[in-house]
């Protein structure tokens, strides 16, 4: 908290805070006009992640927090006349038709029986591999892109199951916000219209991202029973998000976050780091390796960052976005 102290006489503008703190739209915000359609695919983070056992189908039951963050990917979506589904992403090996942007598309199209081709240019800004829920959200993008710009006939259940077909992060991205995920994480409870107001220390979000990459299903694989947990975290947290106040640091739980520490000292050190920065709650993201911190002030934020990208770290400077229905806008 020290390097905080610096600020303490940096006057801020408190109307452009509370800007970025208000309800900033939907997970995804689309604008279309003509034969072109622009979305934006926002990042997430776990503020918990309860992990209660694994199940009949080898996936593993959960109940999670996830709240979305103002660190977005853009698409472009543009009709061609070739019927097939093209990526071209500023990251090579994206541009493929697994991407999931592209498998969400094609998936439409054979739903609907199609003949347009579509062509998505995608300007990857989340990091890959991260924990951030990047794929996730471009598919989703484009599932609530293609149903709006082409007017396809589909109830949110419908979407809901199509969403899930194509990973279990994807249907949070349909409304982002906060909620609260179980099942696989494909069952989503949207929380926001629930809180009374947003903590102030949850403003700003730091997101550090160490120079490797990690497999979701590796650490799911490898973690031990004795990690799981009865959701009482993820309820700490929702309990007092609901009535305004900040959860208990101990209640940000990450039951993947032991053994991703032992396993990667990468992860592990960077978490030291973050924390002598000064912030006073760091979490890890999804099975990482990003880690999270939270910060009430800019200043305070900003000096972190600043310090960590002095020690060679990948960061993003962000802040919490909460779902608006109407903020999908067809020009």
């Given amino acids: 908290m020290g390097y905080c102290a610096r600020f303490m006489g940096m006057m801020l503008d408190k109307s452009a805070i509370s800007m970025h703190n208000a309800r900033m739209g939907h997970a995804q915000r689309v604008q279309t006009s003509g034969s072109v359609c622009f ?44 019927n097939r589904v093209q990526v071209v992403c500023t990251r090579p090996e994206l541009s493929n038709e697994d991407n999931l942007a592209a498998r969400a598309a094609q998936l439409l199209r054979e739903r609907f029986a199609l003949q347009q081709g579509i062509l998505i240019e995608l300007y990857k800004r989340i990091p890959i591999a991260a924990g951030l829920g990047g794929g996730s959200s471009d598919a989703a993008a484009v599932l609530l892109a293609m149903r709006q710009w082409w007017q396809l006939s589909l109830s949110p259940s419908e979407l809901q199951e199509i969403a899930a077909s194509l990973g279990s992060d994807v249907p949070f991205f349909l409304t982002g916000g906060l909620a609260l995920c179980e099942g696989r994480g494909e069952q989503v409870t949207p929380l926001a219209a629930s809180l009374t107001n947003c903590p102030s220390s949850m403003r700003w979000v730091l997101l550090l991202k160490p120079a490797i990459g990690i497999a979701t299903a590796s650490v799911f694989s490898g973690l031990p029973a004795s990690d799981y947990t009865d959701g009482s975290y993820s309820r700490a947290v929702i309990s007092a998000l609901q009535a305004g106040s900040l959860p208990q640091p101990g209640d940000f739980h990450n039951s993947l976050e032991r053994s991703v520490l032992e396993r990667y000292p990468e992860v592990a ?62 020009l």
């Fill in 39 to 82: 979305a934006r695919a926002y990042a997430k983070i776990n503020l918990t992640l309860d992990v209660l056992g694994r199940r009949a189908d080898g996936y593993h039951a959960l109940a999670t927090v996830m709240q979305t963050v103002d660190l977005h990917d853009t698409l472009c979506l543009t009709a061609t006349d070739d």
């Fill in 269 to 330: 050190q960077a978490k030291v780091d973050l924390l002598q920065a000064g912030s006073p709650i760091v979490g890890l993201s999804g099975s990482g390796p990003t880690l999270y911190a939270l910060f009430s002030e800019l200043s305070c934020a900003s000096l972190a960052q600043e310090r960590l990208q002095a020690q060679g770290y990948e960061m993003y400077l962000s802040h919490v976005i909460y779902p608006n229905q109407g903020d999908i806008r067809v």
